[in-house]
């Protein structure tokens, strides 16, 4: 038997409350405030949403589609996911990500919730119309920006990249250092550790390296990378972080990162060239 399509289920109020929840933990709450409930309150929304979402398409299955969403979520949380994650981030180049977290699993107690909520609205807008057919759609297509915007709209990759790559600027150290920082009296005269992070903008991210600021004489300083030791790769407005930056930003050896810093960072301070928005940033390393 063919099932009616309701779109106005997506204007119920725990839905909504939900996908509105989600969006702002995911966007703002996670990285204001990183802890435990920030940590969990994607799974218990996202788990709410999702198999709700699904069934106002297929309302015939409901139950199978609940079930499904406990079996898998499941089997994403556990190590044993890994490869099947690897390999659909590599043929859909969009890069899945999760933690493997068991504590995660507590959410799955919002799916019973979910389940019946669905039904009884199912069962009260059985008689209704499509009505706002326009609001509904906009729902529909945010929520499922939601579900990829929960796979991580930023994610960080590890390397491990040593460098004595160094630059000598016809700047003193004073001048680079009210630039880059409020400068310390006590930090002048010493060579000084940064550390800076700039954009590798041919793979949408940002990379973080220690740098030593050398006073070579009153005119001159000398920029020394020490090392590169951590990547930020950021996601595309509707499609998420593309798996291919990763693998990029994980390819590429010192001298192109070095390249970058130069193209990025030194270029920048000295007027070399000129952005319409900041291409690095910098603090003293302690």
């Known amino acids: 038997m063919k099932t ?13 409350l939900c996908l509105v929840i989600l969006l702002l933990n995911d966007f703002y709450l996670k990285y204001e405030f990183s802890n435990f409930i920030t940590g969990k ?56 990500h999760r933690t493997v977290d068991l504590t995660d699993l507590i959410a799955l107690s919002i799916l019973p919730i979910s389940y019946h909520y669905f039904h009884k609205k199912n069962q009260e807008q ?3 119309k499509n ?26 990759t590890k390397v491990k990249i040593k460098s004595e790559k160094e630059f000598t600027i016809q700047i003193s150290k004073k001048q680079i250092l009210n ?11 010493t060579d000084s550790l940064f550390t800076i992070t700039f954009d590798v903008p041919e793979y949408r991210a940002e990379a973080t390296t220690k740098i030593r600021i050398i ?11 020490d090392s590169i ?22 390819k590429m050896n010192a001298s192109e990162y070095e390249e970058n810093f130069k193209t990025n960072c030194i270029d920048i301070i000295t007027n ?15």
């Open 4 to 16: 009616k399509l309701n779109l106005n289920l997506f204007t119920a109020n725990y839905f909504i």
């Open 41 to 96: 309150l994607s799974d218990f929304t996202c788990l709410f949403i999702f198999p709700y979402f699904i069934s106002v398409f297929f309302s015939n299955k409901t139950k199978e589609i609940y079930i499904f969403t406990f079996l898998f979520f499941i089997f994403w949380k556990l190590e044993i996911s890994e490869q099947f994650i690897k390999l659909i981030s590599q043929i859909t180049d969009f890069a899945f």
């Open 126 to 128: 059985k008689e209704n």
């Open 131 to 156: 009505k706002n057919f326009a609001l509904n759609s906009l729902i529909g297509v945010i929520t499922i920006y939601s579900f990829l915007a929960d796979t991580n709209p930023r994610q960080e």
């Open 179 to 189: 630039n880059l920082i409020t400068s310390e009296t006590n930090i002048l005269e």
């Open 215 to 225: 006073k070579a004489d009153e005119k001159n300083t000398i920029f020394k990378i």
């Open 229 to 250: 030791s951590e990547v930020l790769v950021t996601g595309r407005l509707f499609f998420g972080i593309s798996q291919s930056n990763i693998d990029g930003c994980e």
């Open 272 to 286: 070399v060239r000129k952005t319409e928005y900041p291409t690095y940033y910098a603090y003293k390393t302690e």
